[in-house]
């Protein structure tokens, strides 16, 4: 079965202070992994796609990487503005072509 | 671009009314999609369109859940005889596919449902 499965469940960091957060996956085939932010109450906000691994993709202080099994996403310096859940998603090519398995989130504080 | 757009932003229903929500994808955006999420959780697929097709609808759409697309324009999902279970964040999004590949869902805001 498809699964997402996305580590810690919450991360408590100090602003300033790097970490990263791990999302692996199974499925029959990769078409794509993605990376969505979302704060409390608001919808899914794009951040990376990446499609073979030794992808690496950045955004300000985010940068995405991927291998066959799993991505990590690291935050470099955090400012409590990256406070929110960091949703891990997969599109596999045994399934759907619309349907997105997301990971149940990472919840990230970052306080000052 | 103004982004995907849903309305109501929030309904409270009684257990066994109907409700209904509306999604307006990004303009020129072919593939329309329904998920929803509840507290703690990813969000999980409903069914998609492209344009005004329905090609695939999920085992967790029971049948008192129909969506369509008329035009291919935005969509709505109809929740008849709501439960209490059925309270979630229905969220939609939009992409643009040119056919085989991966493209990106864009999602809107999403409606939050709470049946009393």
């Known amino acids: 079965e498809d699964q997402v499965t996305q580590s810690p469940e919450a991360l408590r960091l100090q602003e300033g202070e790097s970490s990263s957060l791990n999302c692996s996956y199974t499925v029959s085939g990769l078409r794509g992994l993605f990376w969505y932010r979302q704060d409390p109450g608001k919808g899914p906000e794009f951040l990376f796609t990446l499609y073979s691994a030794g992808e690496e993709k950045e955004k300000e202080r985010l940068k995405a990487t991927l291998t066959k099994k799993e991505s990590f996403l690291h935050i470099t310096a955090p400012k409590p503005e990256d406070s929110a859940t960091y949703l891990c998603?997969?599109?596999?090519?045994?399934?759907?072509?619309?349907?997105?398995?997301f990971g149940k989130g990472t919840k990230l504080s970052v306080k000052p | 671009d103004t982004g995907v757009s849903q309305n109501p932003r929030h309904k409270i229903t009684k257990r066994g009314q109907n409700v209904t929500f509306r999604c307006d994808p990004i303009?020129?955006?072919?593939?329309l999609y329904w998920y929803r999420q509840t507290l703690g959780q990813g969000p999980e697929f409903l069914t998609y369109f492209q344009n005004e097709a329905q090609l695939e609808k999920s085992r967790l759409l029971s049948d008192r859940f129909s969506a369509e697309r008329p035009k291919g324009s935005f969509s709505t999902l109809e929740i008849q005889r709501t439960e209490q279970g059925d309270s979630a964040m229905y969220l939609c999004?939009?992409?643009?596919?040119?056919?085989?590949?991966?493209?990106?869902?864009?999602f809107g805001p999403g409606t939050r449902l709470l049946v009393l």
């Open positions: 303009s020129e955006h072919n593939r």
């Open positions: 998603a997969v599109a596999n090519y045994g399934g759907s072509q619309g349907n997105l398995i």
């Open positions: 999004a939009s992409s643009f596919s040119r056919g085989g590949g991966t493209e990106t869902q864009y």
